[in-house]
């Protein structure tokens, strides 16, 4: 093998080295901080429909007359759902205030929303809210704990829509 | 600015492909293949992806311990299969990069390339989205923090219209089906981004999708030796009930994750939106208006013999053979003008385009209005007249190659093509008969790095007699030679043409009006 080709094998040796380690190295370095290391997190998740913004009303033979006979029920009960109002308060500072608003064209859907937050380890004093009506004045639902997290620890916070509360996992 | 922009990569390109030429050679410099390397890539994580299927449980518990019981039990074919399927990903990810930035710089997104262009854009998405799922399969913590980030970025679309990321809420809330999905989604996306390549390739003759033999055993045994020294793991099964803090993040597909920590999610969704239009309306916000010069090829019924040469040479299918317009029984070409990129290839494998022809006006069967066979033979006669002293070279280049009026001198004259592979094998034979002319040299890009793909392929194969037409010259092959030199390598042309040039005074073609010393194949530099 000549001058010439001894550096050319080298040359292609660098290169292959070179490739190896750049995918060797980026492929899981350097490492990535997702999560302070003297934090936790909260995570919000609600999926809950809100009631029904109308009142029914009984329809009279003058708007029955007008409708397709196909669609003339007697009752006309509006179909659109109120959005959830939903607060979350850490020490007593709102970390969260979020309207949700429901699903579907007709905006007649089951209302769903999931936030993460990171909150400092330790011991806190949680207190979560929602409104599931635009009229009401207070929120109905309402939770208040206070827990001790480690670093890196998921606290679940989910509303379960059969009992009406929240539940702290 | 976008052609500012092909400029200046341009420049670092040619000097990156120089130091690789230097190392590699050309037939195994990886920059001109990186399409193909893609493809060779995909193969191999293709195979690798079937041998960890096998093995693979689709449960939750299972996910995590079949993939890491591979690892570890069988690392020595397992645990290499593993580490090759994700270090090919990452190696894909790279050369399909690579390809992008280098077909741009190279101006390769305009004319008859924007179906190629535009429908490799897609092709990242899919990528991307095969490789991120594969991730999320082991179930590690990596796979967590996959899973949490993706799901919460995917529901910051308004399409999506329920909560994914309550799926991870905790360990109760997930279900061994998800992971059925999911490797269901992992088979689907490659199988998707598989016809998409074959789409992307679909208006390219004869597209290359292997890379040299040399190159493919380089970049495997590479790869399995960074399999062996550094092996793919799991980080330690997922558990819900904890956020994973710090990541082994891959870099190369996931780099855009930590924005998403930072910024609203719908920001990277406008910004990957934003990429991607970019990406697809390029060939549009600079585009390549037809000129004179870069007119579509046309036919001329009456010198078109139906021969479908240029049909089969034509690098871009802009050429299909019809019905002839008034000889009963013949076909004759015809030019979709959205296809053709004015390269001249066609007009250099017919067999009308010879100037052996005592016609007042030369008009070839299919030719490009820019560079006309007439013209051809006037400029090449021209510069024939110019040649004086011993040993002297007509030389043939081409536009995208090294400017070959740098070489001019006396005894030489240059002529440039907008492709070598527009030179008709019969004009080298003309030109080298000629009583002022010793020798004839052909330049142009090299073969696997030829800037209208198949040029200099096809020349070559032309000069051998292995494709038609051939070059037949009772004037002796040992006065034609091929040097192909890309833009850098004026140093390779100007020793092959000394060479060359050497060689005829040597044999006494120099003497003039001696053309009888012919005789074996053409020189091949």
Request: glycine share 6%.
């Amino acid at each position: 093998m000549n001058t010439s080709d001894a550096r050319r094998w080298l040359g292609q040796g660098v290169a292959y080295a070179l490739f190896a380690a750049f995918i060797g190295y980026f492929s899981n370095s350097p490492a990535y901080q997702h999560l302070p290391p003297d934090q936790a997190t909260i995570k919000l998740s609600v999926r809950h429909s809100g009631q029904l913004l109308g009142e029914c009303k009984q329809r009279d033979s003058a708007e029955l007359a007008n409708l397709p006979a196909t669609m003339r029920a007697p009752m006309d009960c509006p179909r659109e759902r109120s959005p959830l109002e939903l607060v979350l308060e850490v020490n007593g500072a709102t970390v969260l205030h979020d309207i949700v608003p429901p699903r579907g064209l007709h905006r007649d859907g089951m209302a769903s929303s999931y936030r993460r937050i990171n909150v400092p380890a330790g011991a806190i004093t949680l207190r979560v809210r929602m409104k599931d009506h635009t009229a009401q004045a207070d929120f109905p639902y309402t939770a208040e704990r206070t827990v001790t997290l480690q670093p890196a620890q998921v606290l679940v916070i989910d509303f379960d829509s059969q009992s009406r509360r929240f539940k702290f996992l | 600015m976008i052609r500012r922009l092909q400029d200046f990569m341009l420049g670092i390109l040619q000097r990156t492909e120089a130091v690789f030429d230097s190392a590699f050679g050309e037939r195994w410099n990886p920059w001109y293949q990186l399409g193909a390397l893609s493809f060779h890539l995909f193969w191999i994580v293709v195979a690798t992806g079937i041998y960890l299927f096998v093995f693979f449980d689709t449960s939750i518990v299972g996910a995590y311990a079949s993939v890491h019981s591979l690892t570890e039990e069988q690392w020595y074919l397992g645990g290499v299969m593993r580490s090759l399927h994700r270090y090919c990903s990452d190696a894909m990810a790279i050369t399909v990069t690579l390809h992008l930035l280098r077909e741009f710089a190279k101006g390769r997104f305009r004319g008859a390339q924007t179906f190629s262009w535009v429908s490799g854009v897609p092709l990242l998405w899919l990528l991307f989205a095969a490789a991120i799922g594969g991730y999320w399969l082991v179930w590690d913590r990596f796979a967590q923090y996959i899973a949490q980030t993706t799901t919460e970025w995917m529901e910051r679309l308004p399409v999506i219209s329920d909560s994914l990321a309550r799926t991870f809420l905790s360990d109760v809330t997930l279900s061994d089906r998800l992971f059925s999905l999911m490797v269901f989604m992992h088979i689907a996306i490659p199988l998707f981004l598989l016809v998409g390549m074959f789409i992307h390739v679909k208006r390219l003759k004869l597209a290359r999708t292997d890379p040299a033999r040399g190159l493919s055993i380089g970049v495997i045994a590479t790869l399995v030796l960074l399999s062996l020294v550094k092996p793919a793991r799991s980080m330690g099964p997922a558990d819900l009930s904890t956020t994973v803090a710090s990541v082994d993040l891959d870099w190369i597909y996931m780099n855009f994750y930590p924005l998403l920590d930072r910024v609203d999610p719908v920001y990277v969704w406008l910004l990957l939106a934003g990429v991607t239009a970019l990406l697809v309306l390029i060939p549009w916000l600079s585009p390549q208006p037809r000129s004179a010069a870069t007119a579509a090829a046309v036919v001329d019924p009456a010198n078109c013999n139906g021969c479908s040469w240029c049909f089969q040479d034509c690098p871009y299918e802009a050429v299909t053979m019809i019905t002839h317009e008034y000889k009963t029984g013949h076909r004759q070409a015809q030019v979709d003008p959205d296809l053709c990129t004015a390269c001249g290839i066609c007009a250099g494998s017919c067999p009308s385009a010879t100037p052996f022809r005592h016609v007042e006006e030369l008009v070839s069967g299919i030719e490009i209005p820019g560079f006309p066979v007439d013209r051809l033979r006037k400029e090449a006669m021209q510069k024939v007249a110019t040649l004086s002293g011993d040993a002297r070279v007509m030389v043939f280049g081409c536009d995208h190659a090294l400017p070959i009026d740098q070489i001019e001198s006396e005894g030489v004259a240059a002529l440039s093509l907008p492709c070598a592979g527009m030179l008709p094998p019969s004009f080298v034979d003309y030109i080298a008969r000629q009583e002022a002319v010793d020798g004839v040299l052909v330049s142009g890009c090299c073969t696997d790095d030829c800037f209208h793909r198949k040029g200099s392929q096809w020349t070559e194969e032309r000069f051998a007699s292995r494709r038609m037409p051939h070059l037949r010259t009772s004037a002796g092959h040992d006065k034609v030679r091929i040097c192909w030199a890309g833009v850098s390598q004026r140093d390779k042309l100007e020793t092959a043409l000394a060479e060359f040039r050497a060689s005829l005074r040597r044999h006494g073609i120099a003497a003039r009006g001696d053309a009888e010393s012919a005789g074996g194949g053409h020189e091949h530099q």
